[in-house]
């Protein structure tokens, strides 16, 4: 069984440029999740994906958007960077099942200068 | 709306003593509730959940946590703590009546002495 896999781990942009950041479900799972964390606070929920659509958002402005593709990977893309969206990114997948267990990928450092 | 709080930022404990990780949650249904860690520069990783059932949840790596629904708590424990479990611990909350989001504590580091 595969797990949660993000790419790439670390990225540089600057202020105003755009991020394309990539994660592949765990086998099995239909369902992926994207959290921000910020340095020392908890992650904080960005979007989930379901069947190829947005199922629910966190209080993130429109130029954070996102993918799922047929097999369930997922983008989250970022427009207009700003030194703020500086954090660890992290991918979470799970099955559509109402009570199943979200598990986490390594995460994407971003650091926007 | 659903929070989770995490009152101590820090524990020490020495090695073969008890853990405790404390963390209360607030929310409207029924609480679907988490423990994951943290390693440095990592993901989060999977310890325990409740959902329904036995208040006492048995989990990962000698972990276990108590669901305390008149006080609002689940607070993560192990019986005798290791070095290798000094980390990040967050507790986190879903609301079964709303179902898509996983709201996290702040998140207690966790070290553990020789």
């Known amino acids: 069984e595969t797990g949660v896999t993000q790419s790439p781990t670390h990225l540089i942009k600057t202020r105003g440029q755009q991020v394309t950041l990539r994660c592949s479900s765990q086998?099995?799972?239909?369902?992926v999740s994207w959290y921000q964390q910020a340095l020392g606070q908890g992650p904080q929920f960005i979007f989930q994906y379901y069947r190829e659509e947005e199922n629910g958002r966190g209080n993130f402005p429109p130029r954070f958007s996102g993918l799922q593709f047929p097999n369930y990977s997922s983008e989250l893309n970022v427009n207009a960077l700003e030194l703020d969206d500086s954090a660890l990114y992290l991918c979470?997948?799970?099955?559509?099942?109402?009570?199943?267990?979200?598990?986490f990928g390594p995460g994407t450092r971003l650091t926007v200068l | 709306a659903q929070s989770v709080a995490q009152p101590e930022d820090q524990v020490n404990v020495a090695e073969g003593n008890p853990l405790t990780v404390k963390c209360t949650y607030s929310v409207s249904g029924n609480p679907y509730l988490f423990w994951y860690v943290q390693y440095p520069n990592r993901g989060l990783q999977f310890l325990l959940k409740?959902?329904?059932?036995?208040?006492l949840v048995k989990g990962s790596y000698g972990f276990e946590a108590e669901f305390n629904k008149s006080q609002t708590s689940f607070h993560l424990k192990k019986p005798s703590a290791l070095v290798s479990d000094s980390a990040l611990y967050f507790c986190?909350?879903?609301?079964?009546?709303?179902?898509?989001?996983?709201?996290f504590g702040a998140g207690t580091t966790v070290t553990v002495r020789a």
């Open positions: 979470a997948s799970s099955s559509w099942t109402g009570t199943d267990t979200q598990y």
């Open positions: 986190a909350v879903r609301d079964l009546n709303n179902d898509y989001k996983l709201s």
């Open positions: 409740y959902i329904t059932g036995d208040n």
């Open positions: 086998s099995g799972h239909n369902t």
